[in-house]
């Protein structure tokens, strides 16, 4: 390879979102780091202001606009560009990538294979579902895949707060290099090899999250939380079995963990579209103004057709379903799942 | 089809197609050229490799000692481990000495076994450095008994004879039968294969074998499938490859007569102690690495209940990744360090051992719910009454060969380079490096291990040529099955059969749904099809019905006196039906 010398490799980080340039940062604190934004002027103001959003980068993050220069010079890539845009960046770099190539993504969402799934119907099964792994794997040479999952609240990680993360991937050297890049005092790592459950904890998350938020905004307590979140993780398990995961991955820092973080926190986009629905912003006009996506609203949409497709019952996927299309209030939604005879507490251990 | 193979288009509107009934194909057909001749790809068999490796024998399986030798002390590097593990091989050997000996196990198995005995106790109250080297011997003689057991006996003058009673042999017997005169045994109007159809991607196969390694990996029903498979590759003009074959076959005679003519080395399912396999692993390992064309089946043994694969064996097909690594880390950039997976997918109207197969997979999933007889041997006799009746009656058995690939599951070109789905080149020495550099990484290699065992399973479904016979035991099980959902499967088995009796009339809508669902698969490029599948509907399940396990003495299938379907036999019947597992049919039930 071009690059005999180890220590000067750089790491490339694809997507400058208030997460992304958290991960860069992280990174540039053990290693040279190619932070990519799509836009030219985001690169230019970045090298500029040294500022990425609100967060200061890091003398070792270098930003760039060219995805073959990043496929060039680092062997292990970290995509977190938000799943709209995640195929569409992967095609971009594909014909640069090998299958030596180390790709880490930090992306919590979901796809479905064929675009137009929902015009055309919106039958699907789980072999149509694509968590960004596949993606990568559908569209690259790639296989040495691996991903991102956990509480990191983007805000708190920039911040140098303690948090943890865990590393999922068949592969255990996508592990161990995640772990090599990513460990310091205030960051820990921890390693996974189911990487699909680990995946699917992060995406289903985000629908309870907007719950949650919505629970937040109009103005119940702790109480109610706890109801939302224990219930809520109940119904991740069962989706995640329909979906063919085992339960111990909901059970860990990328399921229960990350759940409790993103549904008590104003720190999160899918708790705030929940928050800002209960004090009575219409849907869509909150989708407007949201600077970055809340992945919760594609992955409810997807969830619910899913669910339906295999009779599974997912209250609150579908409830929230029925805010989002369907004018049902938030106030109604609440009262409905309120309603809805759950008399069996755990069934799935 | 797009490699220049002998593919003819179906010309549907001249075919006897009722295009009313049948849907639309979407993709041609191919047919089966009988008459094709592929002249041998090296010429003479001194250049064949499995020679060289026959000439070369003792070289060969001194590298394969020190190898397994090596990895095996790497693997146990504490002298108490070591001899832990000697004393549970001792221990197993032992027990299978006595409780389940063989004709083929040498004489001195016992004493062997009972002299590692003493001298593991000799070692017992030594010091530590002692009793390491001490069981480093003991395992050293061990590794070299495995290898020279394991160790394949080619000889190119008993591959010839054996290639000439097969190919001339039940050619005459062929002749013979079809023109239904003495005299005609003489003549060469019919050949093999006519009987046994030749099918895909043969002329990339032949291009491969001369620019790489093939590792080629069929699905495994019968018996007969390597003795058929060393004829399909001595057909293609390749030279022989090597392959594991069960021991116990090696208790037959006449088998034992064809596995070592067709270059096979003995694996022996009873063994299942770790230097064994690590003996057995290193000796396919080396083998592919010097440029053998070698055969794994891949699921292990042959399908019990009449399914493709859906699970396979890794360690053979992880032999071929490291292999692989070897090859480009010793930078062997000569012309052979390639390797080359090509699937192959055998397609039988009747296999002779299905009873006793299906029985046994029915007391292994059932235990003690189901009933069982006693269980049939195969034997000698029985296999040559099996090929006598299969060269005089009318049932083809076709061969679809898929097309080769690298070992992550890339498609390759006829140069062997690998191409991505957008047909771009792959490098594939790039699946072993970390910044350049070739790295040795057992998990990274098992994982690569599953990921194409997955592939190989797709490409099995993809090549499986569907004939009339499997589609009518997959639509008769299911309907009879449906009769009777209230009892459960292993009471089904028990009802008598004259209470399965399907109408004719529904019989036929329900075989026009199914073979529509295969068309749809077809045309999406899930299944293969035989030209036989597209003519008239009731022609389609006339053919099915008597291809079906013909010669069972309880028929899967038959038409009674008032042209309904019945069934003389389910459980073979369930065999048969289990082709067809796994495409999602049933909902056309």
């Not at chain 2, 794994?296 to 009449?306: A, E, K, L, N, V």
């Not at chain 2, 493709?308 to 880390?329: D, F, H, P, W």
């Not at chain 2, 589609?471 to 459960?488: E, G, I, S, W």
């Amino acid at each position: 390879m071009n690059l005999k010398n180890t220590s000067e490799q750089y790491v490339g980080v694809i997507g400058s979102g208030s997460f992304g340039t958290a991960v860069a940062n992280i990174l540039a604190q053990k290693t040279k780091v190619l932070l990519y934004a799509r836009k030219m002027e985001v690169v230019e103001d970045m090298s500029k202001t040294r500022m990425s959003g609100k967060q200061r980068l890091l003398d070792n993050v270098i930003p760039v606009h060219d995805l073959e220069r990043i496929a060039h010079e680092c062997e292990i890539i970290f995509p977190i560009v938000p799943s709209e845009n995640f195929r569409g960046m992967i095609r971009q770099l594909s014909p640069f990538l090998k299958p030596y190539h180390i790709l880490i993504h930090g992306t919590k969402g979901l796809l479905v294979n064929d675009d137009n799934w929902f015009e055309n119907g919106g039958r699907i099964t789980a072999d149509d579902i694509c968590t960004m792994s596949r993606v990568i794997g559908d569209e690259t040479v790639v296989v040495r895949i691996g991903c991102l999952a956990g509480p990191n609240l983007a805000k708190e990680l920039a911040d140098n707060q303690p948090a943890a993360t865990v590393v999922a991937s068949h592969f255990d050297e996508v592990i161990q290099e995640g772990q090599r890049l990513l460990r310091n005092d205030r960051f820990q790592v921890y390693g996974n090899t189911e990487m699909y459950g680990i995946e699917l904890c992060g995406v289903l998350k985000n629908v309870i999250a907007i719950a949650a938020g919505a629970l937040h905004g109009l103005g119940f307590g702790e109480n109610a939380r706890a109801l939302l979140i224990s219930r809520g993780l109940v119904e991740m398990i069962y989706l995640g079995k329909m979906l063919g995961v085992n339960t111990d991955p909901f059970l860990g820092l990328a399921g229960l963990g990350d759940l409790v973080a993103t549904s008590s926190s104003p720190l999160s986009r899918n708790f705030t579209l929940g928050k800002r629905l209960a004090e009575g912003e219409r849907f869509l006009d909150i989708m407007d103004s949201l600077e970055e996506v809340a992945e919760g609203v594609n992955t409810v949409r997807i969830m619910k057709h899913l669910a339906e497709n295999y009779q599974m019952r997912a209250p609150i996927t579908e409830t929230l379903y029925k805010v989002f299309w369907d004018d049902l209030s938030i106030q109604d939604a609440l009262r409905f799942l309120m309603k809805s005879p759950f008399n069996v507490d755990i069934s799935f251990m | 089809m797009t490699d220049g193979d002998y593919c003819i288009l179906l010309e549907l509107d001249n075919h006897k197609t009722n295009a009313s009934i049948l849907k639309e194909l979407k993709r041609p057909i191919q047919i089966i050229d009988t008459k094709k001749k592929y002249l041998p790809i090296l010429s003479g068999s001194e250049e064949w490799p499995v020679v060289q490796m026959a000439n070369d024998r003792k070289n060969f399986i001194d590298e394969v000692i020190n190898e397994s030798f090596k990895r095996l002390k790497e693997l146990r590097p504490g002298e108490n481990e070591l001899i832990e593990e000697l004393e549970k091989t001792r221990y197993r050997e032992n027990m299978r000495c006595k409780t389940n000996p063989w004709k083929v196990d040498p004489e001195d198995d016992l004493d062997f076994w009972n002299s590692v005995k003493s001298r593991l106790v000799a070692i017992e109250n030594r010091s530590p450095k002692a009793r390491r080297e001490g069981a480093e011997a003991i395992l050293f003689e061990i590794v070299v008994r495995y290898a020279n057991e394991i160790a394949g006996n080619f000889k190119p003058s008993h591959h010839k004879m054996a290639r000439v009673v097969v190919t001339f042999g039940f050619s005459r017997l062929l002749n013979a039968a079809k023109i239904k005169k003495f005299g005609a045994i003489l003549r060469k109007e019919y050949t093999l294969q006519d009987k046994i159809q030749i099918i895909g991607h043969t002329e990339l196969l032949r291009k491969l074998a001369k620019i790489g390694t093939i590792v080629m990996v069929p699905t495994h029903f019968s018996n007969l499938d390597s003795i058929l498979i060393g004829w399909v590759i001595n057909t293609l003009g390749l030279p022989p490859f090597i392959y594991g074959a069960g021991l116990n076959l090696f208790n037959m005679s006449l088998f034992a007569y064809f596995m070592n003519s067709l270059g096979a080395y003995k694996v022996d399912r009873r063994k299942k102690n770790l230097t064994y396999l690590q003996t057995l692993r290193t000796y396919s390992n080396i083998a592919v690495r010097n440029g053998s064309h070698s055969l794994f089946f891949p699921g292990g043994t042959r399908s019990r209940s009449g399914k493709l694969e859906s699970t396979l064996k890794l360690g053979l097909l992880g032999t071929a990744i490291e292999a692989q690594r070897v090859n480009y880390k010793m930078e062997a950039t000569g012309r052979r360090s390639k390797i080359f997976i090509v699937p192959l997918v055998i397609n039988y109207n009747f296999v002779l051992e299905a009873p006793s197969l299906i029985r046994n997979y029915l007391r292994i999933k059932g235990q003690e719910r189901y009933y069982l007889e006693k269980d049939q041997y195969d034997s000698s006799t029985k296999i040559m009454k099996f090929l006598f009746e299969f060269f005089t009656k009318g049932s083809n058995i076709s061969v679809s060969i898929g097309r080769g690939m690298d070992l992550f599951g890339n498609y390759v070109n006829e140069e062997g380079e690998s191409l991505d789905k957008k047909g771009n080149y792959i490098n594939t020495r790039d699946y072993f490096t970390n910044h350049g550099i070739i790295t040795e990484d057992h998990q990274r290699e098992e994982e690569y291990t599953r990921m194409l065992a997955k592939v190989i399973v797709r490409e099995f479904h993809m090549i499986n040529r569907v004939f009339a016979s499997h589609l009518v035991a997959f639509t008769a099980f299911r309907m009879m099955r449906k009769m009777h959902d209230q009892l459960d499967f292993y009471s089904f088995f028990r009802i008598p059969v004259k209470e399965v009796e399907i109408p004719y009339e529904e019989f036929r809508e329900t075989f026009d749904r199914v073979r529509d669902g295969v068309i749809d698969l077809f045309n999406e490029g899930k299944v293969d099809m035989a030209t036989h599948l597209t003519v008239d509907l009731d022609e389609v399940i006339d053919i099915g019905l008597k291809n079906v396990g013909m010669f069972h003495n309880y028929r899967p299938l038959l038409k009674n006196k008032q042209g309904n379907i019945i069934t003389q036999d389910l459980n073979n019947l369930y065999y048969y039906h289990n082709r067809m597992d796994g495409y999602e049919l049933e909902k056309y039930i």
